[in-house]
């Protein structure tokens, strides 16, 4: 299996169909693209040269050494195979040549573990987002 990441300063179609099949298909989220998806970098994960995962990622404000880490989603068929953590990792080392010093995310509270198994912490309160559960968690 060949594993490559890919980035890109907007939004990708590929990455568009991710999102589109695991969030608002598979999960049912309405609210899936937004106004962000302009401003943020998009990564996209390959094996063997098809696109298979995707995440998005932010300063938290301008100029701030907080980056803020989203929309990170794994096609059903490749789940399983640490994909979501090599493609994690590699938004990570983005961020850090960017100058980034930390990173956030809001996690639906199913996937703390995943999170937590790469070094978050959670952070604040669960809240709500379009009826599933989310924690804040930082590294």
Request: proline residues 3%; charged residues 25%; contains cysteine.
């Amino acid at each position: 299996m060949s594993w490559s990441v890919e980035i890109y300063s907007e939004l990708p179609e590929t990455a568009r169909a991710i999102r589109q099949a695991v969030f608002v298909e598979e999960q049912g989220f309405e609210d899936e693209f937004d106004a962000i998806d302009a401003e943020a970098a998009h990564l996209v994960g390959f094996v063997d040269g098809k696109p298979v995962c995707t995440c998005r990622f932010f300063r938290e404000t301008e100029n701030s050494p907080v980056f803020i880490i989203g929309r990170v989603a794994v096609n059903k068929d490749y789940r399983g195979q640490q994909l979501g953590s090599k493609l994690l990792l590699a938004a990570e080392d983005f961020i850090r040549v960017m100058g980034g010093l930390k990173n956030k995310l809001a996690a639906q509270v199913r996937a703390k573990g995943f999170y937590e198994s790469l070094g978050y912490t959670a952070e604040g309160a669960e809240f709500d987002e379009e009826g599933c559960p989310h924690v804040w968690m930082v590294k």
